[in-house]
Protein backbone atom coordinates (compact mmCIF):
# COMPACT_ATOMS: atom_id res chain seq x y z
CA UNK A 1 0.00 0.00 0.00
CA UNK A 2 1.16 3.15 -0.89
CA UNK A 3 1.16 6.24 1.49
CA UNK A 4 -1.94 8.98 1.77
CA UNK A 5 0.27 11.37 3.41
CA UNK A 6 3.70 12.52 3.42
CA UNK A 7 4.88 15.18 4.97
CA UNK A 8 9.38 15.67 4.24
CA UNK A 9 11.26 17.69 5.93
CA UNK A 10 9.46 20.63 6.24
CA UNK A 11 10.24 23.67 7.69
CA UNK A 12 7.80 26.47 8.71
CA UNK A 13 8.86 30.12 10.08
CA UNK A 14 7.55 32.97 11.37
CA UNK A 15 9.64 35.94 12.18
CA UNK A 16 12.38 34.16 14.87
CA UNK A 17 10.08 31.73 15.65
CA UNK A 18 10.75 28.23 14.54
CA UNK A 19 7.55 26.83 13.99
CA UNK A 20 8.31 23.29 12.13
CA UNK A 21 11.70 21.81 12.24
CA UNK A 22 12.18 19.32 9.62
CA UNK A 23 9.23 17.66 10.37
CA UNK A 24 8.26 14.42 8.70
CA UNK A 25 6.05 11.88 8.47
CA UNK A 26 4.19 9.64 6.55
CA UNK A 27 0.25 8.28 6.89
CA UNK A 28 -1.09 4.99 5.05
CA UNK A 29 -4.37 5.19 3.93
CA UNK A 30 -7.35 4.63 6.70
CA UNK A 31 -5.30 5.01 9.32
CA UNK A 32 -5.97 6.63 12.72
CA UNK A 33 -2.98 9.15 14.07
CA UNK A 34 -2.84 11.09 16.94
CA UNK A 35 -1.22 14.13 16.76
CA UNK A 36 0.13 15.72 20.55
CA UNK A 37 2.51 18.11 22.35
CA UNK A 38 2.89 21.16 24.25
CA UNK A 39 1.25 24.76 23.62
CA UNK A 40 3.11 26.37 20.88
CA UNK A 41 4.28 22.73 19.32
CA UNK A 42 3.78 23.41 15.86
CA UNK A 43 0.53 21.03 15.54
CA UNK A 44 -1.82 23.65 13.58
CA UNK A 45 1.39 25.24 11.98
CA UNK A 46 1.47 21.56 10.75
CA UNK A 47 -2.44 21.40 9.52
CA UNK A 48 -2.00 24.61 8.03
CA UNK A 49 0.83 23.57 5.88
CA UNK A 50 -0.87 19.88 4.96
CA UNK A 51 -4.29 21.84 4.21
CA UNK A 52 -2.44 24.83 2.04
CA UNK A 53 -3.56 27.70 4.47
CA UNK A 54 0.72 28.22 4.39
CA UNK A 55 3.20 27.25 2.24
CA UNK A 56 5.97 25.47 4.16
CA UNK A 57 9.64 27.56 4.07
CA UNK A 58 10.99 24.13 2.82
CA UNK A 59 10.20 20.59 2.51
CA UNK A 60 7.09 19.13 0.72
CA UNK A 61 3.81 17.84 1.19
CA UNK A 62 2.76 14.77 -0.80
CA UNK A 63 -0.37 13.15 -1.52
CA UNK A 64 -1.11 10.15 -2.70
CA UNK A 65 2.26 10.03 -4.20
CA UNK A 66 1.80 13.67 -6.17
CA UNK A 67 3.46 16.51 -4.94
CA UNK A 68 1.08 19.53 -3.82
CA UNK A 69 3.27 21.66 -1.89
CA UNK A 70 2.40 24.49 -4.03
CA UNK A 71 -1.29 24.01 -4.17
CA UNK A 72 -4.13 26.52 -2.33
CA UNK A 73 -6.17 25.15 -0.38
CA UNK A 74 -9.31 24.99 -2.39
CA UNK A 75 -7.73 22.69 -4.49
CA UNK A 76 -6.62 20.77 -1.77
CA UNK A 77 -10.05 20.23 -0.63
CA UNK A 78 -11.63 19.18 -3.71
CA UNK A 79 -8.93 16.73 -3.82
CA UNK A 80 -10.04 15.19 -0.18
CA UNK A 81 -8.41 17.08 2.36
CA UNK A 82 -10.83 18.47 5.01
CA UNK A 83 -9.79 19.83 8.44
CA UNK A 84 -12.03 21.32 11.55
CA UNK A 85 -10.58 24.01 13.08
CA UNK A 86 -9.41 24.83 16.44
CA UNK A 87 -12.12 27.52 17.04
CA UNK A 88 -15.26 26.32 16.22
CA UNK A 89 -16.57 29.34 13.64
CA UNK A 90 -19.83 28.03 12.32
CA UNK A 91 -22.29 30.68 10.56
CA UNK A 92 -24.09 31.21 13.45
CA UNK A 93 -27.43 32.41 11.66
CA UNK A 94 -27.45 29.83 9.50
CA UNK A 95 -29.40 26.52 10.20
CA UNK A 96 -27.32 23.42 10.61
CA UNK A 97 -28.07 22.32 7.11
CA UNK A 98 -27.34 25.38 5.13
CA UNK A 99 -24.23 24.91 7.18
CA UNK A 100 -23.32 21.38 5.89
CA UNK A 101 -24.64 22.24 2.57
CA UNK A 102 -21.98 25.52 2.24
CA UNK A 103 -19.41 22.38 2.39
CA UNK A 104 -21.35 19.71 0.23
CA UNK A 105 -21.30 22.78 -2.75
CA UNK A 106 -17.62 22.64 -2.61
CA UNK A 107 -17.26 19.53 -4.69
CA UNK A 108 -20.79 19.95 -6.55
CA UNK A 109 -22.66 22.34 -7.87
CA UNK A 110 -26.50 20.79 -7.67
CA UNK A 111 -28.18 22.47 -4.52
CA UNK A 112 -30.63 18.87 -4.24
CA UNK A 113 -27.33 16.96 -4.29
CA UNK A 114 -25.54 18.75 -2.17
CA UNK A 115 -28.95 19.09 0.66
CA UNK A 116 -28.83 15.42 0.25
CA UNK A 117 -25.14 14.69 0.60
CA UNK A 118 -25.20 17.35 3.87
CA UNK A 119 -28.37 15.67 5.57
CA UNK A 120 -25.94 12.05 5.22
CA UNK A 121 -23.07 13.79 6.34
CA UNK A 122 -25.23 15.15 9.38
CA UNK A 123 -26.22 12.08 10.11
CA UNK A 124 -23.03 10.16 10.16
CA UNK A 125 -21.70 13.20 12.41
CA UNK A 126 -24.29 12.47 15.09
CA UNK A 127 -26.83 15.78 14.70
CA UNK A 128 -29.41 14.13 12.87
CA UNK A 129 -32.75 15.85 13.78
CA UNK A 130 -30.96 18.86 14.42
CA UNK A 131 -31.50 20.08 10.96
CA UNK A 132 -32.78 23.19 11.30
CA UNK A 133 -31.27 24.44 14.49
CA UNK A 134 -29.46 27.91 13.98
CA UNK A 135 -25.63 27.00 14.65
CA UNK A 136 -25.35 29.63 17.21
CA UNK A 137 -28.26 27.91 19.68
CA UNK A 138 -26.10 24.15 19.15
CA UNK A 139 -24.32 23.59 22.25
CA UNK A 140 -20.80 23.07 22.41
CA UNK A 141 -20.33 19.41 21.59
CA UNK A 142 -23.23 20.22 18.83
CA UNK A 143 -21.17 22.71 17.60
CA UNK A 144 -17.76 20.29 17.25
CA UNK A 145 -20.20 18.32 15.58
CA UNK A 146 -21.06 20.86 13.59
CA UNK A 147 -17.70 21.25 12.62
CA UNK A 148 -17.38 17.30 11.79
CA UNK A 149 -20.36 17.50 9.19
CA UNK A 150 -18.87 20.48 7.72
CA UNK A 151 -15.54 18.77 6.76
CA UNK A 152 -17.49 15.42 6.12
CA UNK A 153 -19.65 16.58 3.63
CA UNK A 154 -16.62 17.82 1.38
CA UNK A 155 -16.26 13.87 0.83
CA UNK A 156 -12.83 13.73 2.47
CA UNK A 157 -10.37 11.05 2.48
CA UNK A 158 -8.19 12.75 5.09
CA UNK A 159 -9.06 14.97 7.53
CA UNK A 160 -7.55 16.90 10.20
CA UNK A 161 -9.31 17.17 13.63
CA UNK A 162 -7.65 20.28 15.45
CA UNK A 163 -8.99 19.81 19.33
CA UNK A 164 -12.37 18.22 18.14
CA UNK A 165 -12.60 16.95 21.81
CA UNK A 166 -11.24 20.29 23.82
CA UNK A 167 -14.01 21.50 26.65
CA UNK A 168 -15.87 18.78 26.63
CA UNK A 169 -17.00 16.31 29.52
CA UNK A 170 -15.59 13.33 29.63
CA UNK A 171 -18.94 11.43 28.67
CA UNK A 172 -18.99 13.96 25.21
CA UNK A 173 -15.78 13.17 24.89
CA UNK A 174 -16.83 9.21 24.95
CA UNK A 175 -19.68 9.65 22.18
CA UNK A 176 -17.54 12.07 19.88
CA UNK A 177 -14.77 9.47 20.00
CA UNK A 178 -17.32 6.63 18.81
CA UNK A 179 -18.64 8.93 16.15
CA UNK A 180 -15.39 9.44 15.07
CA UNK A 181 -14.17 5.68 14.99
CA UNK A 182 -17.33 5.25 12.84
CA UNK A 183 -16.40 7.65 10.32
CA UNK A 184 -12.86 6.28 10.18
CA UNK A 185 -14.50 2.45 9.61
CA UNK A 186 -16.20 4.45 6.11
CA UNK A 187 -12.58 4.56 5.26
CA UNK A 188 -11.50 7.97 6.16
CA UNK A 189 -8.05 8.67 7.18
CA UNK A 190 -7.78 10.69 10.22
CA UNK A 191 -5.29 12.81 11.83
CA UNK A 192 -6.67 13.96 15.42
CA UNK A 193 -4.67 16.91 17.22
CA UNK A 194 -6.04 16.51 20.91
CA UNK A 195 -4.39 17.81 24.14
CA UNK A 196 -7.31 15.80 25.62
CA UNK A 197 -5.93 12.10 26.25
CA UNK A 198 -8.82 10.34 26.90
CA UNK A 199 -9.46 11.11 22.98
CA UNK A 200 -6.23 9.98 21.61
CA UNK A 201 -5.57 7.02 23.56
CA UNK A 202 -9.03 5.98 22.82
CA UNK A 203 -9.10 6.97 19.00
CA UNK A 204 -5.53 7.22 17.86
CA UNK A 205 -3.92 3.51 16.50
CA UNK A 206 -0.29 5.61 16.53
CA UNK A 207 0.31 8.33 17.89
CA UNK A 208 3.33 11.74 16.83
CA UNK A 209 4.94 14.24 19.06
CA UNK A 210 5.68 17.33 18.28
CA UNK A 211 7.68 19.85 20.77
CA UNK A 212 9.19 23.03 19.50
CA UNK A 213 8.31 22.20 15.86
CA UNK A 214 10.32 18.89 15.89
CA UNK A 215 9.20 14.99 15.79
CA UNK A 216 10.32 13.97 19.37
CA UNK A 217 8.49 10.61 19.63
CA UNK A 218 6.39 8.44 17.14
CA UNK A 219 4.69 4.59 17.93
CA UNK A 220 2.17 3.06 19.57
CA UNK A 221 0.05 4.72 21.89
CA UNK A 222 0.65 3.14 25.43
CA UNK A 223 4.63 3.36 24.33
CA UNK A 224 4.74 7.23 23.77
CA UNK A 225 2.62 8.10 26.54
CA UNK A 226 5.19 6.48 28.68
CA UNK A 227 8.47 7.62 26.49
CA UNK A 228 10.91 9.89 28.91
CA UNK A 229 11.14 12.85 26.25
CA UNK A 230 7.41 12.82 26.11
CA UNK A 231 6.68 13.14 29.50
CA UNK A 232 9.69 15.39 30.04
CA UNK A 233 8.04 18.00 27.52
CA UNK A 234 4.51 17.85 28.72
CA UNK A 235 6.25 18.64 32.53
CA UNK A 236 8.33 21.09 30.90
CA UNK A 237 11.37 20.49 32.14
CA UNK A 238 12.24 20.66 28.12
CA UNK A 239 14.86 18.15 26.18
CA UNK A 240 18.38 18.11 25.08
N1 LIG B 1 0.49 33.16 11.95
C1 LIG B 1 1.48 33.14 12.87
N2 LIG B 1 2.29 34.19 13.06
C2 LIG B 1 3.28 34.17 13.97
N3 LIG B 1 3.55 33.11 14.76
C3 LIG B 1 2.77 32.02 14.61
C4 LIG B 1 1.71 31.97 13.68
N4 LIG B 1 1.11 30.74 13.76
C5 LIG B 1 1.78 30.08 14.71
N5 LIG B 1 2.78 30.84 15.22
C6 LIG B 1 3.74 30.42 16.26
O1 LIG B 1 4.24 29.15 15.90
C7 LIG B 1 4.37 28.31 17.04
C8 LIG B 1 3.51 27.07 16.87
O2 LIG B 1 2.15 27.45 16.95
P1 LIG B 1 0.96 26.43 16.71
O3 LIG B 1 -0.30 27.22 16.73
O4 LIG B 1 1.24 25.63 15.50
O5 LIG B 1 1.07 25.51 17.99
P2 LIG B 1 0.09 24.35 18.51
O6 LIG B 1 0.94 23.15 18.71
O7 LIG B 1 -1.09 24.24 17.64
O8 LIG B 1 -0.33 24.92 19.95
P3 LIG B 1 -1.72 24.79 20.77
O9 LIG B 1 -1.69 23.44 21.40
O10 LIG B 1 -1.62 25.87 21.80
O11 LIG B 1 -2.84 25.00 19.81
C9 LIG B 1 3.99 29.17 18.24
O12 LIG B 1 5.14 29.72 18.79
C10 LIG B 1 3.09 30.22 17.62
O13 LIG B 1 3.12 31.40 18.38
MG1 LIG C 1 -3.10 24.52 17.90
Known amino acids: MKPLLEVVNVYKRFGGV????????????GERV???????????????VISGIYQP???????????????PPHK??????????????????????DNVTVGALMKRSDIEEARK????AIRIAGLEGKEDVLAKDLNLVEKKR?????ALATDPQLLLLDEIAAGLRPREVDSLVDTLLNVSRRGITIIMVEH??????????RIIVLHFGEKIAEGDPREVANNKLVVEAYLGIGVG
Open 57 to 71: DEGKVIYRGVDITKW
Open 18 to 29: VALKGVSLTVMP
Open 117 to 120: IAYE
Open 146 to 150: LELAR
Open 76 to 97: RSRAGIARTFQIVRPLANMSVL
Open 34 to 48: GLIGPNGAGKTTLFN
Open 196 to 205: VMRAVMNFAE
